[in-house]
C-alpha cells in the first residue's frame, strides 16, 4: 500500500490505522483548553481552604483531569474509526536492548541540552518564572511527593506521548514526510509548554527526538520511557536545588 500524498485530505482514517490530522489536533486543542481552565480553578486559591490530605488529593485531581479527558477522547475516537485503542497509538512491541540504550540516551543528551539553557538564559539575566517549580505543583508531604512522582514521570509522559507522538505525529507524517513531521509535532510540543523563553526551544527538540525514537522502533513505549526519564530527572534536580537552597 502506497502513503497517501501531501495533497490527501481526509476525514477518514487511513487503512494502516493513521490517525486523521482533524482529530490529532482535536486531541491537542482540547488538551490545552482543559489544562488552562483547571489551571485557572488552582490559581483561584479555593484549595487554600482544604487541609492535609483532601488539599493533597484535591490538586492530583486537577492536574490529572485534562490527561484524563485527552486520554477518554482518543478512546472514543479509536472506538468511533473501529480501532483497537493500543495498536492505532504504537504501543507495539520492540526490542528491549535497543529501545532501552536509545531512550536512556536520548533522556541524558536532552536533559544536559535543556539544563545548559536553563543556566544559559540565568546567566543573561532572566529570572525563572515560579511556574516553572515543579515541586511547589504538590504539596511536599510524603503523600504529595509519591502523586507528584506520578502525575510528572508516569500519567504525563504515557498521555503527551498518546497525543503528540502517538496522534499528532502520524497524522503530519502521512502529509509531510518523517522530517518535517518530527519538526513540526516537536515544534508543537514546545508551543504547548508554560514559559516561551525557558522551555519552548528545549521542549522542542525534545518533541523532535521523541518522534524520532517513535520512527526508529515503530514503538511509543520507547519515546514514553524516554520522556519519563527525561522528567524524572528534572524532579530529581528541582528537588535538588532546592534543597541546597540555590533557588
Not at 541524558?108 to 515543579?134: C, H, K, M, Q, Y
Request: hydrophobic share 60%; net charge negative.
Amino acid at each position: 500500500m502506497t502513503d497517501p500524498t501531501p495533497n490527501e485530505v481526509s476525514l477518514r482514517p487511513t487503512s494502516d490505522q493513521t490517525w486523521p490530522l482533524w482529530a490529532a489536533l482535536v486531541l491537542v486543542a482540547v488538551s490545552i483548553g482543559s489544562a488552562m481552565t483547571l489551571a485557572g480553578v488552582v490559581q483561584s486559591g479555593w484549595l487554600a481552604s482544604l487541609d492535609g490530605a483532601q488539599q493533597t488529593l484535591a490538586y492530583f485531581f486537577l492536574y490529572t483531569t485534562p490527561y484524563a479527558v485527552a486520554f477518554l477522547l482518543a478512546r472514543v475516537f479509536a472506538a468511533i474509526f473501529g480501532w483497537r485503542i493500543g495498536p492505532s497509538l504504537g504501543f507495539r512491541a520492540f526490542d528491549v536492548s535497543e529501545g532501552v540504550a536509545l531512550a536512556l540516551g536520548v533522556a541524558i543528551v536532552g536533559r544536559v541540552l535543556s539544563t545548559g539553557w536553563g543556566v544559559a538564559i540565568s546567566l543573561l539575566g532572566f529570572e525563572p518564572p515560579a511556574e516553572l517549580d515543579v515541586t511547589a505543583l504538590m504539596p511536599t508531604d510524603a503523600l504529595g511527593i509519591v502523586l507528584l512522582v506520578a502525575l510528572v514521570v508516569i500519567i504525563g509522559p504515557v498521555v503527551e506521548e498518546i497525543i503528540f507522538r502517538g496522534a499528532l505525529y502520524p497524522a503530519i507524517r502521512a502529509r509531510t514526510g518523517a522530517g518535517l513531521a518530527m519538526v513540526l509535532s516537536g515544534i508543537v510540543f514546545g508551543l504547548i509548554h508554560v514559559d516561551l523563553l525557558w522551555l519552548v526551544v528545549p521542549t522542542a527538540l525534545l518533541g523532535i527526538a521523541l518522534a524520532w525514537l517513535y520512527e526508529r522502533t515503530r514503538s511509543l513505549w520507547v519515546p514514553i520511557l524516554c520522556h519519563a526519564v527525561f522528567n524524572l530527572t528534572a524532579l530529581a534536580l528541582a528537588f535538588l536545588v532546592k534543597s541546597l537552597g540555590l533557588v
